[in-house]
C-alpha cells in the first residue's frame, strides 16, 4: 500500500494536509462551528440515533473530543482524518488501473475542490458519509476485480457505516445495484458469495439504527421530510435541481479542469493497455473487458447519485442543500481521466507535487482570511467566534455558589445550550431547546429530577421564552442577565443571555407502590417524597404525565391542604375513584384497617396537562 516513490510522497502530502487543517482552524477559529457542536452534543449520550440523523458521526465526535476535554483540536483531527482516508481511497484504486502520475494527479486535483478544503473543519455526517462511501467504492472494485470475500466484507462494512452516518449513502447502494444488474461484470458476480456478504453484513450494521427509527416514530425521516420540503410553485421544479447542479459544478468543476489541463496534450482515445498498469492482463480476453467494466463501474458510483437527486428533485421540487453532494464526487477527477485514457502528464511530474501544494495553501489563506476578516467586514460575529467558552465560564460561575461540580443538564436554544455544555468541565447534558422530541434521552420530569440550568440569549423571543419556562417549571429561580463580548477584538455589540436555575427535586413514588401500599394501609405518602418531617407537605395531588413525558401513568406532587385528618370512608372511596378514574362500587367495604392514619388530602385535583 505504501511502497513507491509515489506512495510516499503521497503519503507525506496527506499527512501534510492533515496536520495544517487541524492546527489552522484550531488556532485561529475561538469557538466550535455550528455542526461540530451539534456532533458533540449528541455524541455525549451515545444513543443509537438521533433526531436528524444517524449516530456514527457523533460517536466519532464523542471519541475524539474525550482526547482533551473543552479543546476543539481533536474534533478538526477527526474531520481531517476522514478526508485524507477519502483521498486514500482514490489512490488505493487509481495507482490500479492508471500509471503512477495520472493516479496521483486524480488525488491531488481534489485539493481544488473545496469540499475537501474550505468544509473540512466542519465535521459533520457529510464528512463521515463521504469517507464511507470512498471505503465502499474502493473495497467493491476490488471485490469484483480479485473476487476475495475480504473485499466484498469490507465493502459491506462501509456501506452499513455510510447508513450509519447519513441516509444518502442509499443513493450509492443504488449505483452499486445498477453494476450489479445491468453490466455484464456485475452480473457475473451473483455466482461468488461476494453480493450475499456485502448485504448482509451492511444490514447487520445498520440493523440496530432502523430497529430504534421504528420504536422512535421515524424522526429521522419526518426530520428530512421538513427540510427538504416540497414545491411552492411550479418554478421550483426548475429552479431547485438547477441550483444544485450549478453548485456541484463550482464545487468538484475545478478538479475535474485541472485533470483535463494536466493531461490534455497526451490524451488519445485509443484504448489504454492493461501492461501500463497493475491489472494482470487476462489472455482469454482480447475485447479489453477489464476496462470496459472499470469505466462503467466509475461512471455509475460516480453519476448515479446526482442523477438520482436531480430527478428526484425536478419531479417533486423538492429543495436540495449544496452540501448533501459532498460524498457523491470524491471518484469524478479519477473517473474523468479513465474515460479521456489519460496515460500522460503534460508537464514535468516533478512540477506536480509542488503545483498542488501552493493550490492547498492557497485555500488555506482564503479560510484563514475569511475566518479572520469576518468580523471586521461584516459587522457581525460569526458562529466561530461565539462566546461559547466565556458563557460557559459565567455558568459554571452562578452554580458554584451553592453547587459542587458542573450542572447535571443545561436545557435552552439548541446552539446556546449545546456551547455551554461543550466548554463546562465535563460536558453537561443538554435538553435540546426544551424539547424532548429533540432531546429523545431527556424531559421534563427527568429535568425537574436531576435539575440544572437554562440558558438562552435576549431577543425578540426572549419574554415569550421566559413564559414558557415560568409555567413549565414554576421552581426555577431566574439569576440576573449576564453580558459577555463576542472571540473578536472588532467592534461588535456584546450578548445578553438570560439564566434560570433549577434545583432537583426528589424523584416521585411510583403509583404502583403507592397503590399497593394504600390498600395495605401501610403508606405514608410523603415519607419517600420528603424523608425530612419538617418538610412534609401536607397533601397530594395526581397530576397526569404530559405527552412529552416517558411516563404513561399518573404522578404524585404535592399540593396544600391540611395536616393529619384521619380520613373518612366518603373521602377515601372518592380519593380510589378518581386515581382509578372510575366510579366505586357502590357496596364496597371501605378501606382496610391500618395500624396508623393516614394523612389525607381535602381534595384530590388534576394538574391542566402541560
Known sequence: MFEGKYSRILLAFLLGHLVVWTAIPAMIQPNLPLDCIEMAIWGHEWQLGYYKHPPLPAWIAKAFSSLSDNSEWPIYLASQICTVITMWCVWCVARVITPRPIAALAVVSLELSYYFTLTTPEFNNNIVSRCCWAITISSLFFGVLRQQPRYWMLAGLGLGLGMLSKYDTALLAMAILGFALFTQKGRSCWRTSGPWLLLAISLVVFLPHLIWVAANDFPTFRYFLARSGGSKNWFDHLEHPSKFFIAQLLAIGPSIASCWWWTRRHNQLSAVTLATSNIDPDPHDSTGSHELWIRQYLLLVTLVPCGFVLLLSL??????????????????????????????????????????????????????????????????????????????????????????????????????????????????????????????????????????????????????FAAQIKARFPNAQFEPSVIVNWSSSSDIAPLQFHIAMLESQPAELPLSDAFSRAFQGTLDPFERLYPDPDLTPASFAIQQATPTSDLNRPRLLAIDALPDQTASEENWLRNVQLLFDQPVPTDFAGPPSQERPLRQASHLVPETPR
Open 315 to 464: 419531479i417533486t421540487g423538492a429543495k436540495i442543500l449544496t452540501m448533501w453532494g459532498a460524498p457523491m464526487w470524491t471518484f469524478a477527477p479519477l473517473t474523468f481521466l479513465v474515460v479521456t485514457r489519460a496515460h500522460h502528464l503534460s508537464w514535468k511530474e516533478q512540477q506536480l507535487w509542488p503545483s498542488f501544494t501552493v493550490v492547498s495553501l492557497i485555500f488555506v489563506a482564503i479560510f484563514t482570511t475569511q475566518r479572520m476578516a469576518s468580523p471586521y467586514v461584516l459587522g457581525k460575529g460569526s458562529r466561530v467566534n461565539f462566546p461559547g467558552e466565556q458563557l460557559a465560564q459565567e455558568i459554571d460561575r452562578i452554580w458554584a455558589r451553592n453547587h459542587t461540580g458542573s450542572p447535571p443538564i443545561i436545557a435552552g436554544p439548541w446552539w446556546t445550550a449545546g456551547n455551554v455544555a461543550f466548554y463546562l468541565p465535563g460536558q453537561s447534558r443538554v435538553y435540546v431547546d426544551l424539547d424532548p422530541e429533540k432531546s429523545l434521552w431527556l424531559n421534563d420530569q427527568a429535568f425537574l429530577s436531576a435539575g440544572g440550568m437554562i440558558v438562552w440569549e435576549a431577543g425578540e423571543d426572549a419574554d415569550d
